[in-house]
Structure formats: C-alpha cells, structure tokens
C-alpha cells in the first residue's frame, strides 16, 4: 500500500547516544520523529490526512483513525530510514496520549505498547499540550525557566507559565471556540475549504485589516482566558449582509477577523507576562505557524521588551519531535508507561 503525500521536516544527522522514537496520532496527522537525547531530530515524518477530510469540510473521527490505521507503519518505517537507523537502535518511545479523539490516539498509543513489549523498551506516555509547550526546546535557541507559553490550535487557545520541564501552570484557555476551531468555522461560512486555517489566512494576505470592525472579547479585567463564538458570530451576521445589502470583499472580511483574533491572543499574553513579571515568551500549537500571529507577537515583544521563543513553523502543527522531546523529559523524570495505561480525550495540564 502507498504512503500518501508526507512531509520529511529536517533532514538525517549523524547518530548520538540516546535516540527517542515519537509517535503522534492525536487528530488527523500520522506523524513520528527519531530525537537525540540533546534535542537534536534525527529525522521527522507527518502523514496529511487533508485529502481524505476536505470533501467533507472537517475532520470526520471514523475516517482519521482508519487513516492512521493504514499508515502509522509506513510513517515510522520511513522515519528510520531517514534517520539510517533500524528499530533496535532506539532506547525510548515517546507517545502522545492524549488530548484528542480518542479513535485516532488509540492507534499511536497501542502501536507504542507493541513496539514497547516487542521490543524490550521502555516507552512513556504524553500529554498533546506539553509537547507544544516544550517545542521551542527543539530549536538552537531556547528558552529559560520560567516563560509565558500561548499555546492555539484547532482545540486549544491557552495560556501557560511553564516553570520546569514538568511543570505547568494553566492561566487561562478558551471559554467557548479555540483559535483554531474559528478560523476553521469561518472558512466553511465563507466557502473556502479546508483545511479552514491556511485558507482564511491565504485570503487575509490581500484583504484589508482595518476595513471592517470586529469586536474583541476581553472578558473581566485580568481575564487571561479566551473567547471568539462572538466574533465568528459577527462574521456571520457580515457574511449575511453581504447576501443581502451590500457587497463585502472577502480577503477583506478575512483579513479584518484574522486581526481580531491576533489582537486578542498577542495583548492577552503581553499583559499576562507583565502581571507576572516574566521576560520569555514561548509561541506553539497549529495556529502559531499562521504568520499574523508570528508577526505582530515579534513586534509587541520587542516594543515591551521580552524575548520572544518562536518554534519553526514545521514544529508548530502536531509533529513527533515534540512528543519525543517531552517523552525525554518525562523518563529522565522517573516515569515509565505501563500495558495497563490508556488514552485520555482531555488535558489535565497544569490544573
């Protein structure tokens, strides 16, 4: 059976004393990663499950685990061979274990345990959101102890300080629609396809911010939390005057929603790293690849002084290099996975 379209993230380095193996499946991309015990990725491999969902607007659950069935062989096959590498080499097996759909997390997590008992290794489990919050690890570059961490993706907006490798502290998440489920909302109310993210960010680049207004959901004074079921809410009632009164350029209407949600997500985390008086701010999750966002949090972070940590774009969408990394740090920690574990649909992280 053929593979399908797979992007190959960082290309094959020479061979170090630890190797981790990360395997992601948390939502519709097969993904593993061969990580050096200092950070460095061996070789890295996703599987895109875009052309099996876009007929249908969305993720379709019953279709990404079958996916996942059919090529999370191939996927860590072809990550060994990137790497140059044979399964007996690896000394650890990081694999996310939840949040997610619990369809797709059931196939990365029982073919970890396989290879686990197969193979006589030992393999930890990991939480979807600590490998986000850790990626910024993965660059030459990192961050120090303590940092603010805005985390958004399709079903995530949160912020976190993150104090250790293993500890993290939630300050506040979305109250309603994630980032990441709005804008994907937003491209289905305007026809634009999926995946929903990307397009409305490919129609904002030649739309105006400024040409429509947007409201902003700031919430109680100090409120770190998020909200944006309004604002896809207004863009609807905009969608539908367009229908009926008036016409409305759509990279317009993109690029005017797209500037509200940045807004609210940069100055939320600018604020919450003045209360706290941090210094370092790390970007991660799906929608930290989208380069609105990339831009304006680099530009508030050198007018207010803080040292921003931006992951690569690759290290941004769901990825096991990020998996491995934090399943690094969770069995230099002590932890060890067990037969009897299970996946979980929710994080728990930092509460």
Known sequence: MSLPPTKVLIAALPAIDMKVLGIESSCDDTAAALLGDDGRILSSVISSQDLVHHRFGGIVPELASRSHIEVITAVVEKTFHRAGLELADIDLIGVTQGPGLIGSLLVGFSYAKALSY???????????????????????????????????????????????????SLLGRTRDDAAGEAFDKVARLLDLGYPGGPAVARSAEHGDPA???????????????????????????????????????????????QEAVV????????????????????????????????????????????????????LCTDNGAMIAYAGLKIFQSGHRGTLDDDVFSRSHLGQ
């Open 211 to 257: 040409a429509l207004t947007f409201p902003r959901a700031w919430l109680e004074d100090g409120s770190s939390d998020f909200s944006f079921s309004g604002l896809k809410t207004a863009v609807m009632s905009q969608r539908q005057q367009q229908n009926s009164e008036r016409k409305i350029s759509i990279p317009d209407l993109c690029a005017s929603f």
């Open 263 to 314: 807004e609210v997500l940069v100055e939320k985390t600018i604020a919450a790293s003045h209360q706290l008086a941090i210094s370092s701010i790390v970007l991660g999750g799906g929608v930290s690849a989208n380069q609105a966002l990339r831009s304006r949090m680099s530009e508030r972070c050198r007018a207010e002084g803080k040292q921003l940590f931006l992951p690569a774009p690759e």
């Open 118 to 168: 197969t193979l006589e290794k030992p393999f930890v489990g990991v939480d979807h959101m600590a490998g986000h919050l850790l990626s910024a690890f993965l660059e030459d570059t990192t961050p120090r102890f303590p940092y603010i961490a805005l985390i958004v993706s399709g079903g995530t907006s949160a912020l976190f300080l993150v104090k250790s490798f293993s500890e993290f």
